[in-house]
């Protein structure tokens, strides 16, 4: 089983480097990161599922940062001998920030960056996926978040309303798609957005997907009045209210299952901005 110490020593020994740890940096759920010497951060998990995933989202930072998403630039990308993938990214100064309109804009004005960066069809994306989950019963998401019989239950029988009339359209698929962007996965310093971390999710499919996590994670941790609204805006302006209203739903299934055997305050956070979607949504 891989330790970061072993970790550290078999990239040096695979890059000719001599990176020691520094510290482990906050946040992170599905890898852990740490900042290394020489300005580097290493990610990586001791799962080996997440090895295509890792190599995948390699390709899509490239696209990213070509047209100014502010992503840290990915130094190497590979695999132990146990299997665990890893990377080592640049170092971004900066720290999660308490959103105000300004910050926000400028988030949006990011999220724009990602329009239409990936025109070839892919196989699965973040919009195939919000759909398969509403409707198809991927991965089983709904299913068991509708057997909580609790709040979320509930919002999400509404979100299920919400989405009803939408089960044969198709979803725009052609945008760039972090994945699980957040509060906490924004960096910012001297009242300016720095960096955008914890990628390793991304693929195609609707920005809309983004912007309206944006909006939830707004909502639940503490932006300043009105940021989720004009991060739900953005949501329907980019890809209308169809795809909009069946990623929210998505989105949701998906955190309030994560939170389900977490701390009660966690899931009152995400049912909070969840319920809040609605209610912007008119729903």
Same mark, same amino acid.
């Given at each position: 089983?891989?330790?970061?110490? +072993?970790?550290?020593?078999?990239?040096?020994?695979?890059?000719?480097? +001599?990176?020691?740890?520094?510290?482990?940096?906050?946040?992170?759920?599905?890898?852990?990161?740490?900042?290394?010497?020489?300005? $580097?951060?290493?990610?990586?998990?001791?799962?080996?599922?997440?090895?295509?995933?890792?190599?995948?989202?390699? &390709?899509?930072?490239?696209?990213?940062? @070509?047209?100014?998403?502010?992503?840290?630039?990915? *130094?190497?990308?590979?695999?132990?001998? @146990?299997?665990?993938?890893?990377?080592?990214?640049?170092?971004?100064?900066? !720290?999660?920030?308490?959103?105000?309109?300004?910050?926000?804009?400028?988030?949006?004005?990011?999220?724009? *960056?990602?329009?239409?960066?990936?025109?070839?069809?892919?196989?699965?994306?973040? !919009?195939?996926? !919000?759909?398969? $989950?509403?409707?198809?019963?991927?991965?089983?998401?709904? &299913?068991? $978040?509708?057997?909580?019989?609790?709040? @979320?239950?509930?919002?999400?029988?509404?979100?299920?309303?919400?989405?009803?009339?939408?089960?044969?359209? &198709?979803?725009?698929?052609?945008?760039?798609?972090?994945?699980?962007?957040?509060?906490?996965?924004?960096?910012?310093?001297?009242?300016?957005?720095?960096?955008?971390?914890?990628?390793?999710?991304?693929?195609?499919?609707?920005?809309?997907?983004?912007?309206?996590?944006?909006?939830? !994670?707004?909502?639940?941790?503490?932006?300043?009045?009105?940021?989720?609204?004009?991060?739900? &805006?953005?949501?329907?302006?980019?890809?209308?209210?169809?795809?909009?209203? $069946?990623?929210?739903?998505?989105?949701?299934?998906?955190? @309030?299952?994560?939170?389900?055997?977490?701390?009660?305050?966690?899931?009152?956070?995400?049912?909070?901005?969840?319920?809040?979607?609605?209610? *912007?949504?008119?729903?």
């Amino acid at each position: 089983m891989d330790t970061t110490a +072993s970790v550290v020593a078999e990239l040096n020994v695979a890059l000719g480097t +001599s990176y020691r740890v520094v510290r482990q940096l906050t946040g992170g759920l599905q890898s852990t990161a740490y900042e290394l010497t020489d300005g $580097v951060v290493l990610k990586w998990t001791g799962n080996p599922a997440w090895a295509p995933r890792v190599q995948k989202a390699a &390709e899509l930072v490239r696209r990213a940062r @070509a047209v100014g998403y502010p992503t840290p630039a990915w *130094l190497a990308v590979g695999t132990t001998a @146990a299997g665990s993938p890893y990377q080592l990214q640049e170092f971004v100064p900066g !720290s999660a920030p308490t959103l105000d309109a300004a910050l926000a804009q400028q988030v949006i004005e990011i999220c724009e *960056l990602q329009r239409d960066l990936l025109p070839e069809n892919h196989e699965v994306t973040w !919009s195939g996926w !919000s759909h398969g $989950v509403v409707f198809d019963g991927w991965d089983g998401v709904w &299913e068991r $978040v509708a057997e909580y019989d609790d709040e @979320a239950t509930e919002l999400l029988r509404r979100y299920g309303a919400l989405c009803a009339p939408y089960r044969a359209e &198709e979803l725009a698929h052609h945008d760039f798609v972090h994945g699980d962007l957040n509060m906490g996965n924004l960096l910012a310093a001297d009242g300016r957005i720095t960096g955008i971390i914890d990628i390793e999710a991304a693929g195609g499919g609707a920005r809309a997907y983004d912007l309206v996590s944006l909006a939830a !994670s707004a909502a639940r941790d503490g932006a300043a009045d009105g940021v989720d609204e004009l991060f739900l &805006e953005a949501a329907l302006r980019a890809n209308g209210h169809a795809t909009t209203a $069946v990623c929210a739903a998505a989105a949701f299934a998906s955190v @309030a299952e994560f939170v389900h055997n977490r701390p009660t305050y966690a899931q009152e956070m995400v049912n909070h901005g969840g319920r809040r979607i609605l209610d *912007l949504l008119g729903a």
